[in-house]
């Protein structure tokens, strides 16, 4: 399984080269030479008791990428979002066709997935890996994940109890989101909101935060400075 870049802290105050603004034409993302823009990173969460930590997880990306925010109708039990950044869009199932009207109208999980340079969900349940690994749309997020561009990187942190994590449904997920090129974050061991001791806690927003922004710190660097 790919597993994300080792890291331990934040990576405080550390520059960061912006992308340079891509426009989309028929769904293709077109490199422009204008002036550069921040990254734009879409971060989703699924029903998971450590989507209470989602708004600190935006709060450590809006501090230096434009953010956009997915939910699930499961997640949301769990969201405060007065911990979310004010400037941070929280897209729900509600949305997804409350602006439709008619043909020719734009479909928000196909605008999103044109939107985003990359995407993160934290925390993702069982219920949505499941799902994604079956290729189910029958949210915003998933919806998402069936019309994504797999150029573009993935990263998921997992969350779930210690005997869904290691149940064989499980490994077989997780290969299978594998060979499209999703990136996995492990979850750590340690005491569960349940009760039971082991592993299939989320790794904390920081570890989260810093193994993003160090891929991409890579990936621009071995482009010169510039992402594709």
Request: glycine share 8%; aromatic share 8%.
């Given at each position: ?28 993302a077109m490199q422009e030479s ?124 997992p969350a779930m109890n210690t ?46 935060h810093s193994t993003v922004r ?15």
């Open positions: 399984m790919r597993m994300g870049l080792e890291a331990t802290c934040k990576v405080e105050g550390h520059e960061f080269k912006p992308w340079e603004t891509m426009s989309y034409t028929n769904g293709r204008s002036a550069p823009r921040k990254p734009r990173i879409l971060l989703a969460a699924s029903g998971s008791v450590a989507a209470i930590k989602f708004g600190n997880l935006c709060s450590c990306f809006a501090d230096w990428a434009d953010v956009k925010a997915v939910a699930t109708h499961a997640a949301l039990h769990f969201i405060d979002r007065t911990t979310l950044p004010k400037d941070v869009i929280l897209y729900t199932d509600e949305h997804e066709w409350s602006t439709w009207s008619k043909i020719g109208d734009t479909v928000l999980h196909i605008e999103l997935r044109q939107w985003a340079d990359i995407m993160v969900i934290a925390p993702l349940s069982a219920n949505t890996l499941g799902k994604i690994a079956g290729g189910l749309c029958d949210n915003l997020l998933t919806c998402i994940i069936r019309a994504w561009d797999y150029e573009k990187p993935i990263f998921v942190a005997h869904m994590w290691t149940n064989p449904f499980t490994e077989r997920h997780l290969m299978t989101v594998d060979e499209l090129g999703v990136t996995l974050i492990p979850p750590v061991s340690k005491r569960l909101a349940c009760g039971d001791y082991g592993t299939g806690a989320m790794a904390e927003p920081s570890l989260i160090l891929f991409m710190e890579s990936r621009q660097n071995a482009n010169g400075g510039k992402s594709q």
